[in-house]
């Protein structure tokens, strides 16, 4: 089992829609979770963080934590198709203090 | 804030020669940085995480005597590939924590390090 596991996509939505993005971990212990876009070419760039059970937002962005179900979502709200990219979960903590797990990624294209 | 950046940002090199990559954290401290290798189409992979004033830890399967890393300030790791092979050929990307972020373990990326090893 890997230890973060994302919908595999690719995510095709249409502009102005919602995109849904998920993600679930397998170390219980672990404490922090992160959202990484990353655009072709180029390194992963934060867009959310979140540390405790419930919804963040931030902007068009919400991520969503439920520890008990080992799960983090991240909502894109009126996608453009500038949110086109990749989009990487990432976990620390747990039994990897302090370093990150990405998972496999979810490419999303927003369609004009 | 938390600037990270990486010098060069693409190298080309023949096989059988050695390559340094820098990275800095231009705006923070960083007692900790990462160094990631990311292979097409594929997430990013763990090679090693440097401390400050110690020697990186590595992780398992990632060759020490090949991967060399230092860390030598507060703001400076570098990371050089040893006797590169075509297989090497990578995007190779570092990341810096805040000194004063406390207890987060939000990770800053640099740019990244393009290497072609012909």
């Known amino acids: 089992q890997k230890e973060v596991e994302q919908n595999s996509g690719p995510l095709s939505v249409p502009e102005g829609a919602i995109a849904s993005l998920n993600c679930t971990y397998s170390?219980?212990?672990?404490?922090?979770f992160f959202w990484y876009r990353q655009y072709s070419g180029k390194s992963p760039e934060l867009i959310m963080s979140?540390?405790?059970?419930g919804d963040k937002e931030d902007g068009r962005f919400t991520a969503q934590l439920n520890k008990a179900s080992q799960y983090v979502s991240l909502l894109i709200r009126d996608s453009q198709p500038s949110d086109s990219a990749t989009y990487l979960c990432?976990?620390?903590?747990?039994?990897?203090?302090?370093?990150?797990?990405f998972g496999q990624g979810t490419i999303l294209t927003v369609h004009p | 804030g938390a600037v990270v950046s990486q010098h060069p940002s693409r190298v080309i090199c023949k096989s059988g020669t050695s390559v340094k990559i820098e990275c800095r954290s231009l705006?923070?401290?960083?007692?900790?940085m990462f160094w990631y290798r990311q292979f097409p189409k594929q997430s990013l992979m763990l090679m090693a995480t440097?401390?400050?004033?110690?020697?990186?830890?590595?992780e398992q399967g990632v060759e020490k005597d090949k991967f060399l890393i230092n860390h030598a300030s507060l703001t400076l790791s570098t990371l050089t590939v040893t006797s590169a092979h075509p297989e090497d050929s990578s995007f190779y990307i570092c990341?810096?924590?805040?000194?004063?972020?406390?207890?987060?373990?939000?990770?800053?990326f640099g740019p990244g390090t393009r290497l072609t090893v012909l």
């Open positions: 170390d219980r212990g672990s404490q922090s």
């Open positions: 990341s810096a924590r805040d000194l004063l972020a406390g207890g987060t373990t939000e990770q800053f």
């Open positions: 990432a976990v620390a903590g747990g039994t990897s203090y302090g370093k990150l797990t």
């Open positions: 705006d923070f401290q960083a007692t900790t």
């Open positions: 440097s401390n400050e004033g110690s020697k990186a830890t590595y």
């Open positions: 979140i540390y405790s059970n």
